[in-house]
């Protein structure tokens, strides 16, 4: 189907999007946070011949993203039933290729391989986020990009009442936050992140850690081996 712009117009006035901006045909975009200086820092500029699986992937801004870059095959998995459908209805208006899948992959793990796994700002609703970390490990050939709050989250110092949280930045601490307050299950350190990931199972062979476009979040880009 091919959407005129009073076509598209007339859904973003109806559609309650929300979360990122999405680039649509027409010089129109949803109304949600620019998310490009992410994208700059997770992906390469060209990621042609590539494969890329975003999970948490909410109105598919990543993939579109990873498509455009010239991805050779973009899938993202998003749990929300409301998130998915505007996803797919997204997929629609810009005529895009890219998979949409509506999965919990805690209880229906994917069991291919991909270049790029991408799980950003997900891990702080997960309910074992560790076992998401191994099962994504496994999966991916090139590289894991997470993107997570830290213990300067303003939520996770709220919920907790934590007085000096960037020196606990420094250590590698994981913190149990508050559902019911914060909507949030674990915060980690970078520290942690990368002791869980290089130390315990040795899953990458190394781990930038990036200052996140998004205040008091970090970015861990992990690197398999290339021998």
């Known amino acids: 189907m091919t959407y ?8 973003l006035r109806e559609q309650d999007f929300e979360y990122h901006r999405v680039e649509l045909p027409f010089g ?38 990873a498509e455009a870059r010239g991805a050779a095959r973009v899938v993202g998995i998003e749990v929300k ?19 949409l899948l509506q999965r919990d992959i805690l209880h229906n793990p994917i069991d291919e391989y991909f ?16 076992r998401i970390l191994r099962q994504l490990a496994a999966i991916t050939c ?10 300067t989250d303003r939520k ?25 307050q914060a909507d949030q299950t674990f915060i980690f350190t970078p520290s942690a992140i990368k002791r869980i990931l290089l130390e315990h199972e040795c899953l990458f062979e190394k781990i930038d850690i990036l200052r996140s476009p998004i205040s008091e979040r970090a970015i861990a880009i992990c690197y398999k081996s290339t021998n």
């Open 4 to 11: 005129t712009k009073a076509q598209i117009e007339h859904i």
């Open 28 to 65: 129109l975009y949803t109304p949600g946070t620019d998310r490009s200086s992410t994208r700059d820092l997770i992906f390469p500029e060209s990621l042609s011949g590539k494969t890329v699986l975003d999970v948490g992937c909410a109105l598919g801004y990543f993939c579109f993203e």
């Open 81 to 99: 039933e409301q998130r998915f459908r505007q996803a797919l209805l997204l997929k629609e208006i810009k005529g895009s290729q890219v998979e």
């Open 115 to 130: 270049d790029y796994v991408c799980l950003l700002n997900v891990i702080h609703h997960l309910h074992e986020p560790i």
């Open 142 to 151: 090139e590289r894991l990009i997470i993107e997570f709050p830290t213990f």
């Open 156 to 180: 996770f110092k709220h919920a907790t009442g934590l007085a000096f949280s960037f020196w606990y930045n420094r250590l590698p601490l994981i913190g149990v936050s508050s559902r019911a």
